[in-house]
């Protein structure tokens, strides 16, 4: 295999871990990989991730579904913000 390529295998190895979050308009937010919720309401919802806590703010935000990779919240998002520890 060349150099290159073993590269990007292990840069995609290492995204597995990593959270992902999608942001679709300022309505819905999905997670992946993410460790459990820490705090919930219409206001705010904290996300525990590898990288820390995700902290989702805005209006009437809701968690639509929730599974032991993904959440998916709905509502009027105002921001987005990560907390905690880097790598």
Do not use: D
């Not at 290159?4 to 979050?21: G, P």
């Not at 968690?63 to 032991?68: A, G, I, Q, T, V």
Request: charge should be negative; aromatic fraction near 4%.
């Amino acid at each position: 295999m060349q150099p290159w390529m073993e590269k990007i295998r292990k840069s995609e190895e290492h995204l597995k871990e990593q959270t992902l979050v999608e942001l679709v308009g300022r309505k819905r937010v999905l997670v992946e990989h993410h460790k459990g919720i820490l705090g919930y309401s219409q206001e705010e919802i904290l996300v525990g991730c590898n990288e820390g806590i995700l902290r989702i703010e805005g209006a009437q935000l809701c968690l639509c579904c929730m599974s032991r990779e993904q959440l998916f919240i709905s509502g009027n998002i105002r921001c987005i913000i990560c907390e905690g520890s880097e790598r």
